[in-house]
């Protein structure tokens, strides 16, 4: 009697943290700040998005609930030498009791769907994603790559993760 109550015990609780942290909640892209939670699972794929722009894990190295935010550009990191195309996109992972994890591990990839216009700059050789280095307080290049895809006329832009953090899409000024 008490393995049957333990177990439905068990069962009320991955049920109630599923639904709790398993859906997401779309937001309009005028917000200032938009944010989704995703439950992700070890060693499942991931597809970690919010409006245009995400992150995909081949197989995912944690059991918990990544984020993502996606808020407008400004002057709080700024560029002299850049001009950046997309809402910057935050991504972070956090165990379930809301620590965050401090290491990315896998391979990682952020993305970001291409417009017409960002995809004259990617043909041109003119676009990338970048990365805000907190040390540096500067935004640092990282090696991208075009995928296309059926459903998306434009392609997308995509670069491996090294850190959790901040990235954008822009191009030399």
């Known amino acids: ?9 068990g069962f009320v609780i991955t049920i109630g ?3 709790a942290f398993g859906f997401y909640r779309m937001v309009y ?8 939670y995703y439950s992700i699972f070890y060693q ?4 970690v998005h919010l409006g245009k722009a995400g992150v995909f894990m081949l197989s995912s190295s944690y059991n918990a609930v990544a984020t993502i935010n996606r808020f407008d550009i400004d002057n709080t990191y700024p560029s002299d030498d850049l001009e950046f195309y997309d809402r910057w996109l935050d991504f972070g992972i956090y ?6 994890y401090l290491g990315l591990w896998g391979f990682n990839y952020v993305y970001f769907n291409l417009k017409y216009h960002t ?20 935004w640092i290049k990282c090696p991208s790559y075009l995928v296309e895809m059926k459903n998306l ?19 030399g000024k």
């Not at 892209?29 to 989704?36: D, F, L, Y």
């Open 95 to 100: 165990d379930y009791y809301g620590n965050p």
């Open 119 to 138: 995809r004259q700059l990617w043909d041109a050789g003119d676009l990338n994603v970048y990365h805000w280095d907190a040390a540096r307080k500067d």
């Open 1 to 9: 009697m008490k393995l049957k109550l333990f177990l439905i015990f």
């Open 44 to 47: 499942e794929p991931a597809d």
């Open 153 to 171: 006329p434009h392609g997308r832009i995509t670069c491996v993760m090294t850190e959790f953090g901040l990235y954008g899409i822009a191009s």
């Open 29 to 36: 892209a005028e917000e200032e700040v938009s944010t989704s």
């Open 17 to 19: 943290m599923g639904l």
